[in-house]
């Protein structure tokens, strides 16, 4: 049996990561590949998994931790992907606060699975709104001195950064950004790429497919301040449903969501990682986005559909404690549906800190 090509793209929440899977999921089928994903959360009730699955693609969730924390469960859910095609590129997005992935993932892979995978070039995509702010080292980058650590060591270890969302990026910025990531990062390669638009999705797939020794940064990495880092986090995957007797426009509703909480966050200082929520009814289906305080809540995938019933899950990655970030969530809720006569049914939230990372393998010597 030939090995299953194994890509995983890190990259920070909100980096765009999902969008770009997703492309590169399509672009794979079209060469007739079988492509398989994997999502990975904290917790069950994940927007990415439910929005990768509208567009019909063959999802397995690895759900409560990440996978350098739950490495088994990686490789039993790409076993379990569509049994009977079984796939042979398999697309891995891990959770956006994660790093060391190449010691954790990569090379346990490379090591103990090399029968099975072919690991492809680790890229990480880089989130310029926070980006730009970290890599400068503003005073103000939004998150706290650990969180910042987190983001440059996902960089650290890449084999290929991708500055992602150049189209919404003026041309200087761009130019400053790669000259930052030269400075910093100067032995990775750095591509400029829209997963939107498609600019520069071609060079991302030919570096993608690259042959040879990847995987090979090993880095330093202080597991006190990687936790500490990711705590600041509060995080909250929540499922309810939404009904209303007249027809409501669900898109609206699901920005209406997104933009109230950017409001009521935004008025307690909390700096937003990412928030989305995705409305589903009838196989329509929608997604919102807001991937920090400063940017524009956005209507990624439009459903365009009026509903009377719809079930929503919101997932938030915000610096704030959990508890407040269920109050503000459910309030957001509650005072969207209630502006379009709606009445929200909570049936799942799961709200937390994550916890201390503590990965299955840590591969940290060179490999023969
Ligand atoms: N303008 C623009 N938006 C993007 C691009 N890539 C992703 N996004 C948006 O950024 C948000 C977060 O993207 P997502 O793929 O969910 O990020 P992830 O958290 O890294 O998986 C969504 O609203 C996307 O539509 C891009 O290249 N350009
Ligand atoms: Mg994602």
Known sequence: MSSIRFLMLGGFLGA???TTISRLARHYQSQGHKVG???????????????????????????????????????????????SARPDIVLAEPVGSCTDLVATVVRPLQQLFSATFDVAPYAVLLKPSHGGRILRGDARGGFSPQASY??????????????????????????????LLATQYPAAPVLRMSARTGAGFDALVE??????????????????TYAIGEAE??????????????????????????????????AIDA???????IGMADGAYGVANLVSSFSQPELSLPSRALVTQAQLV???????????LTDHVERAVQAACAARGAAPTFQQTQSFRPGRPVPTHRILEPIA
């Open 16 to 18: 765009g990561k999902t």
């Open 37 to 83: 994903i994997v999502t990975n959360d904290q917790a069950t009730d994940l927007v990415d998994t439910n929005s990768l699955r509208a567009q019909g693609f063959d999802v397995g969730e690895v759900p409560g931790a990440c996978f350098c924390c739950n490495f088994n469960k990686l490789t039993e859910t790409v076993g379990e992907l569509n049994e």
């Open 150 to 179: 987190i983001f440059k060591k996902q960089l650290e270890e890449a084999d290929l950064i991708v500055i992602n969302r150049i189209d919404e990026l003026p041309a200087d910025e761009a130019e400053a950004l790669a000259s």
């Open 207 to 224: 570096l993608l497919a690259q042959r040879g020794q990847f995987g090979r940064r090993v880095m330093d990495v202080d597991y006190d």
């Open 233 to 266: 986090l509060g995080w909250l995957n929540m499922s309810l449903s939404a009904s209303a007797r007249q027809p409501m426009a669900l898109d609206e509703l699901l920005l209406d969501i997104i933009s109230r909480l950017q409001d009521s966050l935004a």
């Open 271 to 277: 700096e937003t990682a990412h928030l989305k929520a």
């Open 314 to 324: 919101v997932n938030a990655r915000v610096a704030t404690a959990p508890e407040t």
